[in-house]
Every structure is written in structure tokens, then in C-alpha cells.
């Protein structure tokens, strides 16, 4: 392990399963990726280090790309960071890249851009392998032949999806797409590129809803994803969606909120080097 010098910061790019987390931010009691990374980053630094993220992920929600920084005076290259603490950090989280940056770097801050994934998948039975990756839905009997829809075209009116998508895209006032427990004041946030992608992945199971933007309310994009879906479903309209988007709407006028193990926060374009990491 290296020396001792002069106090600067480390900025990790992380992956990491959500299933078994209580989200990113460290509550008492529970099993949070803050805390785990925060102590495996005090074993090698001596020291107790206190972990800045740049996105507070919810519990059951997934990274592909998440960025965290820490100060220390341990002198350690970032190839040394990167090995020394996927040694000691558990399974389901892994350092992709380290990297040298100033003392007191927060990511936070220096975070321009994140991209959210949420992933759906449609048909009258459930994949397995996908039960911590997807929201399994099963959207009922087809009108013509009384057969159960098999696939996202079959499931959702998907244009009429991506036009009520493409409301949400600028700066809007979300009140009315943030959990009942989230008190902040400034409602009002801006989104860059909201798409509705059938046959995700080269399956036609598999819906994916894109969401890009510069911040986010709690739950915003799980419920961005349910009201999208009552759109799909016909029980919504593109103008429904279009007026929610005002300072006098609620949160119980929006659509239900999407389960947490279908997102996946994608990538985070930070302000720093001007660039991303490229999503596994």
C-alpha cells in the first residue's frame, strides 16, 4: 500500500446489482452501496472517508455507471484503488475506474447529464433470469383471436406511448411525478430525451423507456414509467400526461409508480473530463 502525502480526492466509476440495497445513501440499519463502498475505502485508507455520490439510487435500482469520490492522504495509484477495492468490496459492487481528482471533489456537482433505463417485459409468463432486471407485465387478451399479447407491440399502443413521451421532454414542473415523501420545494426540472424503444435488446418481449436529464425527483422516472405505461394500455392520453405537467397537479393525478428492479441508472456525463464511461 502506498505512503502517506498530501490530502487529495479519488473519484470512482461504479457498477453495481441493487437487488439486495437499500438504495445508495447510508440509512441506519440497512444495506446501502454508500456504506459498503465507504468501508472498503477506510480499510485502505486507515482512516475513516466519507462518500460523495452523484445519484442517490432508490432501493432495488441498479448502475451501470455511478460516480463516487472520496478524500485521502494514502498514496495509491488508481490502478491500485481500483484492484485494492474490488478486493475488499462484496459481489454485487464493482470499481470499473479510479481516478485522481481534487480534495473535496463531489461528483454530485460535477454531474452535467444522467441517463435511466427502465426495462419492461410483456408475454403471459415471467423470465427467470430477468426478475431483477425487468418489470414483468402482463397486459391481458388481445381483442382480435381472445390470445394473450406476447409481445410490446402486441401489449401497447406503443406510438401513442412515444408521443406522450415526447411531452415530458423540456423543462416542466414534475410535481405531480415525485413520491408523496418528497418535500422539496423546486419541483421544476428539465429533461433532454425521453424514448419508448420496442424490441429492447433484439426481443420483442422487451420494452425500454430512456429517460435523459440533468436531475431528477425522488421516483420520478418509476413513475414517469408507470404513467407511460397506463398511456400504452389506453387508459391515458398524451394530452392527460401533458397537462400534469403544471404546479397544480398532484402526485395521485399521475400514473402508478414502476417497481424499483427495472431501473438502471445507465450513465452520468461529468462535467469534469467532458465525457462517460460506456455502459457494460
Known amino acids: 500500500m502506498g505512503g502517506i502525502g498530501v490530502a487529495h480526492g479519488v473519484r470512482l466509476i461504479l457498477t453495481y446489482d441493487g437487488t439486495a440495497f437499500a438504495g445508495w445513501a447510508t440509512q441506519p440499519g440497512e444495506r446501502t452501496v454508500q456504506e459498503e463502498v ?12 466519507t462518500v460523495r455520490g452523484a445519484s442517490r439510487t432508490d432501493a432495488g435500482v441498479h448502475a451501470e455507471m455511478q460516480a463516487a469520490a472520496f478524500d485521502s492522504e494514502r498514496l495509491i495509484s488508481p490502478d491500485g484503488w481500483q484492484k485494492g477495492l474490488n478486493k475488499y468490496l462484496p459481489e454485487d459492487i464493482s470499481v470499473r475506474r479510479a481516478e485522481v481528482v481534487e480534495a473535496g471533489y463531489n461528483p454530485r456537482y460535477d454531474a452535467r447529464n444522467k441517463l435511466y433505463r427502465y426495462v419492461i417485459e410483456v408475454g403471459p409468463t415471467r423470465n427467470p433470469l430477468r426478475r431483477h432486471r425487468a418489470w414483468h407485465v402482463r397486459p391481458g387478451l388481445l381483442a382480435a383471436g ?7 407491440v402486441d401489449a401497447f399502443d406503443v406510438g401513442v406511448m412515444a408521443d406522450a413521451a415526447s411531452r415530458f421532454v423540456g423543462e416542466h414542473d414534475f410535481r405531480a411525478f415525485r ?10 426540472r428539465t429533461l433532454s430525451a425521453v424514448d419508448v424503444i420496442p424490441g ?4 420483442p418481449r422487451l420494452l425500454a423507456i430512456e429517460v435523459r436529464g440533468t436531475a431528477f425527483l425522488k421516483n420520478m422516472v418509476r413513475i414517469l414509467v408507470g404513467t407511460l405505461v397506463e398511456v400504452g394500455r389506453q387508459r391515458m392520453t ?7 405537467l403544471s404546479p397544480e397537479r398532484v402526485r395521485s393525478d399521475a400514473g402508478p409508480t414502476a417497481p424499483a428492479h427495472g431501473l438502471t441508472l445507465i450513465e452520468i456525463q461529468l462535467g469534469r473530463d467532458k465525457g462517460t464511461v460506456t455502459p457494460l
Not at 465507504?38 to 472517508?49: L, Y
Not at 381472445?146 to 410490446?152: N, P, S, Y
Not at 429492447?200 to 426481443?203: N, Q, V
Open 38 to 49: 465507504g468501508r472498503a475505502v477506510s480499510v485502505m485508507t486507515c482512516h475513516p472517508v
Open 146 to 152: 381472445r390470445r394473450e399479447a406476447e409481445t410490446a
Open 179 to 188: 413520491a408523496s415523501n418528497d418535500l422539496r420545494e423546486r419541483t421544476v
Open 200 to 203: 429492447w435488446s433484439g426481443d
Open 238 to 244: 398524451p394530452d392527460d400526461v401533458a397537462g400534469l
